[in-house]
T-cell receptor, first 111, second 116 residues
Framework: SQKIEQNSEALNIQEGKTATLTCNYTNYSPAYLQWYRQDPGRGPVFLLL?????KEKRKERLKVTFDTTLKQSLFHITASQPADSATYLCAPGDYGQNFVFGPGTRLSVLP | GAVVSQHPSRVICKSGTSVKIECRSLDFQATTMFWYRQFPKQSLMLMATSNEGSKATYEQGVEKDKFLINHASLTLSTLTVTSAHPEDSSFYIC????????????FGAGTRLSVL
């Protein structure tokens, strides 16, 4: 069955540094992969979608890579700020099918 | 971006009562809506998928008679927790997929259900 892992349950970094979150999947060949942000007591908010034929995608301070050989996606936040503190969820998916969320990584950016 | 409104945001009820949660897509037509449940510090668990005008598809282990889902229009889906018990206390989140062929899901703000 499909398995999605995110590198760590929690990640603490210093303000201004680059945060790197990892999403690994097994028994699955998704056509795309999405990243969401979830704040406590709130629903997830869509951040980025990267397709299997795209190696990298950027949006402001966010960068996502997608390596279908390694079955891995990396999510980077550059120049991190305390306001970036949240739980980040990856969600590999296929067109027209439901996607499954990873367990999430709780990022804390320390001032 | 697209907006999904979920109501109520918080509900406290007595054991044995039924609770209805509404999910509306405000600026797009949602051919498919999803209902998730989330326990503290855990990821979202898909409960069911509903398509407008048809019966919902429930995930394994989710009681369809317990969690009634109605998707009567392209902008509204409801989840009714029937005869709620304390173990049903959880955070329920809906999402909607844009019917224009996009695969992005837009989420509601969630409903915190507490059953006493």
């Amino acid at each position: 069955s499909q398995k999605i892992e995110q590198n760590s349950e929690a990640l603490n970094i210093q303000e201004g540094k680059t945060a790197t979150l990892t999403c690994n999947y097994t028994n699955y060949s998704p056509a795309y992969l999405q990243w969401y942000r979830q704040d406590p007591g709130r629903g997830p908010v869509f951040l980025l979608l990267i397709r299997e034929n795209e190696k990298e995608k950027r949006k402001e301070r966010l960068k996502v890579t997608f390596d279908t050989t390694l079955k891995q996606s990396l999510f980077h936040i550059t120049a991190s700020q305390p306001a970036d503190s949240a739980t980040y969820l990856c969600a590999p998916g296929d067109y027209g099918q439901n996607f499954v969320f990873g367990p999430g990584t709780r990022l804390s950016v320390l001032p | 971006g697209a907006v999904v409104s979920q109501h109520p945001s918080r509900v406290i009820c007595k054991s044995g009562t039924s609770v209805k949660i509404e999910c509306r897509s405000l600026d797009f037509q949602a051919t498919t809506m999803f209902w998730y449940r989330q326990f503290p510090k855990q990821s979202l668990m898909l409960m069911a998928t509903s398509n407008e005008g048809s019966k919902a598809t429930y995930e394994q282990g989710v009681e369809k008679d317990k969690f009634l889902i109605n998707h009567a229009s392209l902008t509204l889906s409801t989840l009714t927790v029937t005869s709620a018990h304390p173990e049903d206390s959880s955070f329920y989140i809906c999402s909607a997929r844009d019917g224009a062929g996009k695969d992005i899901q837009y989420f509601g703000a969630g409903t915190r259900l507490s059953v006493l």
